[in-house]
């Protein structure tokens, strides 16, 4: 919708400045004839469309529009009636006019506006024929005057009906470019959630593979403390089982130099197995609290 009102603003501005230097360059042919009256006229017209800026500025496109299509409709009739009438080439400018009402989409005034001039041409002629106005072109008179309005008529109708189309082709290609544009907002927004959803999934992936990781490493730390565990386990049961002996054989009073030297190194071995063990089962436990996190 916006893009469709700047496009209708940038158009309205085009066709003022194109008036406005025709205007401009128009005003040389009464300076040069030194015609007073058409000089004038262009000159109002010239003034008068100063304000479609102004209406451009406040965002009144329409207003802007009716005062390009008002104005220039009267400079034409006017010049019509007081230069050559119904033979005035003037009047091949309404064609182009309706175009630009069309354009502008400002056609609620066009059936009123081609009344306007149709009555302006034909009073032309008929003013001519009865002596009202001279106008000094020969075929100035009412039937040249129906002659031109069925023309103008027929290049109204053509331009409205065509424009019509063209317009009512223009709103749905609008609609359907919005539709769209819509569709592409809602689609990107699935897409983005659908983004964000594999994200968390493949955080969770990541989360669920550390955390297999760690049962693999924690699971292969216990299969090898196993083993020194297992080996501290049993030189403890020796050295238990040794110490219960020697306690046995001392309340007994049974007691020989050769028990205890073979307590002795039984308690001896045992004691460096149980500590060779115990120190690699410590081993295995540091290296599963240092080692890196999956």
Known sequence: MYKRQGHKKKRISQIFWIAECCLVLCLLHPIYTGNLLNFI?????????????WQLSKGNLYNSAIIIIVSITLLILAASWFNQGVRDEILLAFPALITFAVITDTTKILNKLAF?????????????????????????????????SIIFVTVYMSIRLLGTDLTKANKELTLHQSDLEDNIVIRTKELSQTVNALKRAQGELVE?????????????VAHEINTPIGVSVTASSI?????????????SNQITKSTLNSYVKRISGSSDILNTNLRRA?????????SPSP
Do not use: R
């Open 239 to 251: 050295i238990k089982d040794s110490t219960d002996e020697l306690s046995k054989q001392i309340e």
């Open 208 to 220: 669920a593979e550390k955390m297999v990781s760690l049962g693999k490493l924690v699971a292969g």
């Open 116 to 148: 306007f001039i149709v009555v302006n041409i034909l009073f032309m002629g008929w003013f001519h024929d009865i002596g009202l106005v001279n106008h000094v072109v020969t075929g100035s008179g009412i039937i040249e005057a129906i002659l031109i």
């Open 282 to 290: 410590s081993e295995l436990v540091c290296l599963l609290y240092t």
């Open 41 to 53: 006229l262009i000159s109002f017209v010239i003034v008068s469309l100063l304000f479609v800026p």
